[in-house]
């Protein structure tokens, strides 16, 4: 899903890069939108390919080191799929390898690039609710059964609901509000027959503000995705940002309507702003995937900065290892 949903648009979208080859194990799917594109069977053929500059690594989350590992020791840039790893040892020392080896190495945090959170951006850094006291993030779902032949429902390093979408929210957050002085968290199984976590429900604590990101898989009604509560007002944001699915159509990421969200789901302000009481709803900016891929190019030919810093990444991992630990030990833990 990954590949096809997400990175071969991107790329295809962007003239900057020509998608050559996929290692598909099984199958040749890709080659029904990119009949250009050479399959492959196995990740050598990737690695000893001297034109391959660039290695998008979005296998299951236990395989993300020793791949990463093995792209930069032959030479290549990686583009890792989230999570980075699945310990900060192991994101420590694929950051310190892609120095050595003079490469870059980022991981997908598309999420950056919802314009919900693009918005949540503006709200915040404009100061638009005073001083921001409290901000909550969901990404809920509604998947009342364990989906069977997938590994993402086994047990195992990197599986489960905190791994995948909550190195997305903690990113996030990280993005806004930096590195937190402590982790509270509760994470759980919740579905009946389920092996992996499947809620989530993590404090970070700043000295000013309290960060609540939260996930469940049994949430049929959904709240707001972003509640954010200052001294002077609050924000609160319903919907889910829509490149995704639209990607998930077939529609390349291009054009100027690209990531525009319906005035439906626009968020709504209730504040006072210079003196005046204003309630009513703030258009979302548009959503931009493609400024992921056009930020790798510019670091690879360029020599720009990463846009997603490994090091970033990997206290995103450090943080997920923490939430664990509170959860398993009941109490806070200092950063």
Do not use: C
Not at 141 to 157: L, Q, S
Not at 224 to 251: M, N, V
Not at 288 to 304: D, H, L, M
């Amino acid at each position: 899903m990954s590949g096809m949903v997400f990175h071969a648009p991107l790329l295809a979208a962007n003239p900057h890069f020509k998608l050559t080859k996929v290692l598909e194990r099984s199958s040749e799917k890709s080659k029904i939108r990119y009949p250009e594109v050479e399959v492959v069977k196995d990740f050598p053929a990737l690695l000893e390919d001297e034109l391959l500059e660039l290695i998008i690594i979005n296998t299951p989350n236990a395989l993300h080191f020793e791949m990463g590992q093995q792209a930069l020791l032959a030479g290549k840039h990686v583009v890792m799929e989230k999570p980075f790893t699945v310990t900060t040892q192991e994101a420590q020392e694929l950051t310190a390898l892609a120095k050595e080896r003079n490469r870059i190495i980022t991981v997908f945090q598309n999420r950056r690039w919802d314009g919900d959170f693009k918005t949540v951006q503006q709200v915040v850094e404009q100061k638009l609710l005073g001083k921001l006291v409290y901000y909550e993030a969901h990404y809920d779902r509604f998947r009342n059964y364990v989906e069977a032949n997938t590994w993402k429902e086994e047990t195992g390093p990197g599986s489960g609901l905190l791994y995948n979408l909550g190195s997305h929210m903690i990113d996030q957050a990280l993005v806004l509000f930096g590195r937190p002085q402590a982790v509270t968290a509760h994470i759980g199984t919740q579905r009946p027959g389920g092996k992996i976590d499947d809620f989530y429900d993590i404090t970070l604590h700043y000295p000013d503000v309290t960060a609540s990101v939260k996930s469940s898989y049994l949430v049929r009604e959904p709240g707001p995705r972003y509640i954010l509560h200052g001294t002077e007002g609050s924000f609160l944001k319903h919907g889910l940002d829509p490149q995704e699915e639209a990607l998930k159509a077939g529609q390349l990421p291009m054009g100027p309507t690209w990531g525009q969200e319906p005035a439906t789901e626009w968020g709504k302000l209730n504040t006072q702003l210079q003196g005046l009481h204003f309630t009513g709803t703030i258009e979302t900016l548009p959503g931009s995937y493609p400024t992921f891929y056009e930020n790798v190019y510019q670091a690879i030919r360029e020599g720009q900065e990463l846009n997603v810093k490994p090091e970033e990444a990997a206290l995103g991992i450090h943080l997920i290892e923490l939430a664990q630990q509170s959860s398993a030990e009941k109490r806070t833990v200092v950063v």
